[in-house]
Antibody, heavy 121, light 112 residues
């Protein structure tokens, strides 16, 4: 079955750019009917949807982060990526990647295990 | 953004007893296509969230039938008919009728 795995630095300095990659296995990121999302969870807090990308490259970002977020896809590597610029301590969170369904907006399955990114000097 | 408000924020339940979580949205989640875009997720300790219920009342594959969802418009409920130890975690409702998708604050379920 499809599995997702996040990877990237666990520590990022303030004002720098956070970069994470989600590797998809067990299925093709180019298969239609799915969109690929990033969701984060601040320590001990709830969930915040960051944005998504279709394999075609079309994206939608949460307006609260839009000016700082870029999500891209590399179909040749079966990966999609998140870049968040000008980070501050408020961006410290566990970042999850998840597969969404275009037929059922809001349907996220599966999820990656999540990766903790700490913003600190 | 649509605000999702869950109550209670925590509950402690004896195994075998029922549990109920309420979720209210700041706008109707009923779409013109007739569907209501309300989802429930469970985040077990140390794990990512997992899909429980989609479109108000449809159980996701593998979800036990002791879980049920109901509601309409702006008021929704997740019920567990008989709580088991494996049900501990934080339950989140989420709306997907409007971007950005937004989640409730979460309801932490503990076992007495």
């Amino acid at each position: 079955q499809v599995q997702l795995q996040e990877s990237g630095p666990g520590l990022v300095k303030p004002s720098q750019t956070l970069s994470l990659t989600c590797t998809v296995s067990g299925g093709s990121i180019s298969s239609g009917g799915y969109y690929w999302s990033w969701i984060r969870q601040h320590p001990g807090k709830g969930l915040e949807w960051i944005g998504y990308i279709y394999y075609s490259g079309s994206t939608y970002y949460n307006p609260s982060l839009k000016s700082r977020v870029t999500i891209s896809v590399d179909t040749s590597k079966n990966q999609f990526s998140l870049k968040l610029s000008s980070v501050t301590a408020a961006d410290t969170a566990v970042y999850y990647c998840a597969r969404g369904s275009s037929s059922f907006p809001g349907w996220f399955d599966p999820w990656g295990q999540g990766t903790l990114v700490t913003v600190s000097s | 953004d649509i605000v999702m408000t869950q109550t209670p924020l925590s509950l402690s339940v004896t195994p075998g007893q029922p549990a109920s979580i309420s979720c209210k949205s700041s706008q109707s989640l009923l779409h013109s296509d007739g569907k209501t875009y309300l989802y429930w997720y469970l985040q077990k300790p140390g794990q990512p969230p997992q899909l429980l219920i989609y479109e108000v009342s449809n159980r996701f594959s593998g979800v036990p039938d002791r879980f049920s969802g109901s509601g309409s418009g702006t008021d929704f409920t997740l019920k567990i008919s008989r709580v088991e130890a494996e049900d501990v975690g934080v339950y989140y409702c989420m709306q997907s009728i409007q971007l950005p998708y937004t989640f409730g604050q979460g309801t932490k379920l503990e076992i007495k």
